[in-house]
């Protein structure tokens, strides 16, 4: 057992495969440990190489998520352009997704009304037991 899996603090989310950081999270949304991006221990200790000066991108663009499969070391100038979009690689396809990893397409988008797109899972937290709630979720399941 390393002193890493003695930190493990996780949920992982069943939808998107992230993992979600349980322990300390900081302002822009970060992972932290020990005063260190979680995110990049997590990338080292299960293999995963960072040259100097290379960044750990969030392939999920989700700065929770401490999964190795969804990171990768990259170059800051493609960091940086990566941030612009918010389009992920799902089963060979790019899709666009919302901060918390939902597709957004088909039920889930909402029109913008004020120039941004929004997802409708995130706009309505409600319990999925109601009735119009369970109907959209539906009609999500059938479109992917």
Known sequence: MSALDAYERY??????????WTGYINTDGYARLESQNAHRLF?????????????????CKRRSCVNPAHLEAVPEI???????????D???ERVRVCKE??????ANFNPPSSGRSRCWLCAHPEPASRPPYK????AMADAS
């Open 11 to 20: 949920e992982i989310n069943d939808v998107t495969g992230c993992w979600i």
């Open 101 to 106: 990893g939902h597709l957004i397409r088909g």
């Open 135 to 138: 109907r959209r979720l539906a």
């Open 43 to 59: 990338f080292v200790h299960h293999g995963g190489v960072i040259p100097e000066g290379w960044d750990v991108d969030h392939l």
């Open 90 to 92: 799902r089963g060979g």
């Open 78 to 88: 493609i960091n940086i352009e990566r941030a612009m979009t918010r389009t992920v």
